[in-house]
């Protein structure tokens, strides 16, 4: 791997290069990968983007002058750079990028070179491996992806998984198989059952939607296989809505399924956030005055990818008594929890280190919770919480809104 | 009993899933041994059954997290849990620190007492069970598991 110095090195003392160190066909190759990727041209080296990467500091070579070894061709200094790995996906770089060059996903497309090139980094290899024998991303028998269910109470009317129904919730392996998180799904029911949405859970049905293949390197085509499977499932089930309260499943729904199905899904895709504004308006959900000061943390995929700002937002202030404190840093100039992209796999020190950096923003507006829409950042953001013992409460908001119902009703968590 | 640095109390039983049980009063006190507390690593969260439902033997009965690790809890034997160590919803870490007494986890009313003869003894087959421990430690630094 290259360090600062040598990556300086091999920057300034183009003396020691000849005309094979620079490989401009790798340069095009590379521009040529994700749209509008030809602006890579014109980056002035400014450092935004390393100012604004959370993962800078854990990188020997910097985002700015990995720019400059691609723009120069060096594809030998690029791959040992490796510093793509270490990249949360988060995107602000891609924000604040003066020149709005798509760096985020061009390191993604590196990725998907480098394991061209050299074979999948072995942690990636496994995670692969796992997909591809159990479809979901902890090797559990499929129906484990229920076992969060055990503890709901449940009307003997009421089912969640059922032949046919107007919603399907895609549930997300991170809320169906990790317990830290079960109550996101849990409260999910809750308030659908309250609301009496005609919905359902695909259960055993559900597959990964396939984000960690992206994630490792593997292309967009990857993923063809779990999307098709997951929306044979969604419309075999009647639906015309399919819930997600996963930004990461969101964004894949949304912006990859149709490019590797070749087209509109058939269904209406929509963040919880966006569903259940309209809930409550209808009056179809009452809340209870609980006086709480929250912040909320906006999650990468649901923000900065999705452009869904504004509604959960809205939520919290449609829940009375809640008042909302803003972090310094929000909206599509929200700082990453270090949970995307992989990292948590990749480097778990570096992806709490980041965490901690959010929760320390937090921890300055001195709100009693910190709220966030994304199961993966409450996980990350919970356990930095926890290692640096700090006295702020980390939710989702779909667990937050539960608590806070009138009467609940249907089944509880 | 000292197996390969773990400690297992011998009146305690075992099973194949790393778990232990006591006969308590016509229940049975469960819990997981500190050879999975050691591997496992630092607990942050186990999800607490209802009580009052009902399991059976080797399927899972909850889900716990580490730093490091998400898995499954399974059943010593089929029955109806009738109690489980609230601590641990607030203090998860007692099962790193006494996973033989704070750290118990749930109370089952067995459904079939033939299930409790199949449990490990260690007085009676403790080899069988050294070995197996051995293997289970093997296939974890391999991988494998």
Redesign the interface.
Known sequence: MLNRQEGDEAMNSTKQLDEKSFDFGFLEEMLASVPDGAKLKTCIQCGSCSGSCPAAEGMEVTPRRLWRLVQLGMEKEVMEAQNFWQCATCALCEIRCPRGIPLSQIMTKLREYYTVKEGPLAAMGQIMSILDKARNITGDEAKNRLLWTGNLVMKPNESLVKDKASVVYFTGCVSSLFPQVYKIPQAMTQVLLKAGVDFTLLGEEEWCCGYPMLGAGQGEKALAEYANHNLKAIKQKGAKTVLISCPTCLYVFEKVYPKVLGGDLGVKVQHYSEYLVDLIKNGKIEFKTDEAAVTYHDPCDLGRKSHITEEPRELIQLLPGVKLIEMRFNRDQSKCCGGGGNLEMLNAGLSNEIAQKRVTEALETSAQYFLTTCQQCKRTLQNAARKMRARIKVYDLMEFIAERIEEPGGGQA | MDIMGYRFPEELLYDNEHGWVKEEGGVLKAGVTDFFQKTAGEI????M??VG?TVEKGQ??????S??W?G?LKAPVSGEIVEVNSELNDFPYLLNEGPYDEGWIIKIKPKDESEIEGLFKLDKNGQEYSIFIEEEDRKIKEGKK
């Open positions: 942050i969260f186990i999800e059954p209802l439902r899972p009965y909850s889900s716990i997290e730093g490091k998400v499954r």
